[in-house]
């Protein structure tokens, strides 16, 4: 889960105020606020927003310096949970100078958020169980078990399972922000 006092701790070290952050991010400062203090689930929307206007990825905002390494154990994978949304991740990279992120995707059944992320990079995945839809802009994309898809990440995109069963993918992508 994002602990707010990581958003805190990368806008003070980057000397960003809330307004700053809010402007660059879109996010209000209101929100941006009530999570620093863990007042608010965030949305993976959100999430997205918030590493735009810091200028990092998602492992960056999760991880400590001090958590790097090369290997990372099934049990201690950093977990991300969007109850809203049905959906989890887990991150399969840790937090490091390079430039590829890993993460999978655990997507429950009846997943209905529309709302399309963007952000800088690439992105591969595929699916290792169940199915999944992939909006990419104006075009939605079914993949089953096996299937793979690739695309520009500045391509707003969302991942929706509408089946009955549980979708997990593994998704690459690149952390050029």
């Not at 999430?47 to 999760?62: M, N, R």
């Not at 887990?90 to 655990?106: R, Y």
């Not at 104006?138 to 979708?167: K, V």
Request: glycine residues 6%; aromatic residues 6%; contains cysteine.
């Amino acid at each position: 889960m994002l602990e707010g006092n990581r958003v805190r701790l990368l806008r003070n070290e980057q000397k960003i105020s809330l307004k700053e952050l809010s402007e660059k991010s879109g996010v209000s400062v209101s929100m941006i606020s009530q999570i620093e203090r863990g007042n608010t689930d965030v949305t993976l929307t959100t999430l997205y927003k918030i590493c735009k206007g810091l200028g990092v990825s998602i492992s960056t905002l999760l991880f400590t310096k001090e958590e790097t390494a090369r290997i990372i154990k099934k049990k201690n994978r950093k977990t991300i949970v969007f109850p809203s949304s049905n959906t989890k991740y887990q991150l399969l990279t840790p937090n490091h100078d390079g430039s590829l992120e890993m993460i999978l995707v655990e997507l429950e059944p009846g997943q209905t958020d529309r709302k399309l992320v963007e952000h800088q990079g690439e992105e591969c995945g595929v699916v290792l169980e169940g199915s999944l839809t992939v909006i990419l802009g104006d075009e939605e994309f079914y993949l089953e078990e096996g299937d793979s898809i690739y695309f520009n990440s500045l391509t707003p995109h969302r991942f929706l399972n509408n089946s009955s069963n549980r979708s997990l993918s593994i998704w690459a992508m690149s952390k050029n922000v």
